[in-house]
Nanobody, 118 residues
């Protein structure tokens, strides 16, 4: 069964840190890009950070210098280190992976809530 297992969300005070993890099941092969998106209440889902198979990264302007995306290909896992968190970072964070499970397509996790509040 194809599955993306996200973990690491929670409640943190402004200025704090969280680390999100997304482990990809064995059902997905030939993984290329891996990334994180987020959706705040009443807003559209937006790209937070993405890393391709060559380890090139891109970030939303709003998180540059605060968030770091990385991947461990041996573990089929992507991470998002979030530092200096702000209340406006509050959202549901979704893992996204491009890979093959019968056909090449984009896969999504179920989301993990990140809440930044004092």
């Amino acid at each position: 069964q194809v599955q993306l297992a996200e973990s690491g969300g929670g409640l943190v005070q402004p200025g704090g840190s969280l680390r999100l993890s997304c482990a990809v099941s064995r059902g997905i092969f030939s993984i290329t890009a891996m990334g994180w998106y987020r959706q705040a209440p009443g807003k559209q889902r937006e790209l937070v950070a993405r890393v391709d198979s060559g380890d090139s990264t891109n970030y939303a302007e709003s998180v540059k210098g605060r968030f770091t995306i990385s991947r461990d290909n041996a573990k089929n896992t992507v991470y998002l280190q979030m530092d200096s968190l702000k209340p406006e970072d509050t959202a549901v964070y979704y893992c996204n992976v491009d890979g093959v499970a019968f056909v090449r397509r984009s896969f999504w996790g179920q989301g993990t809530q990140v809440t930044v509040a004092s």
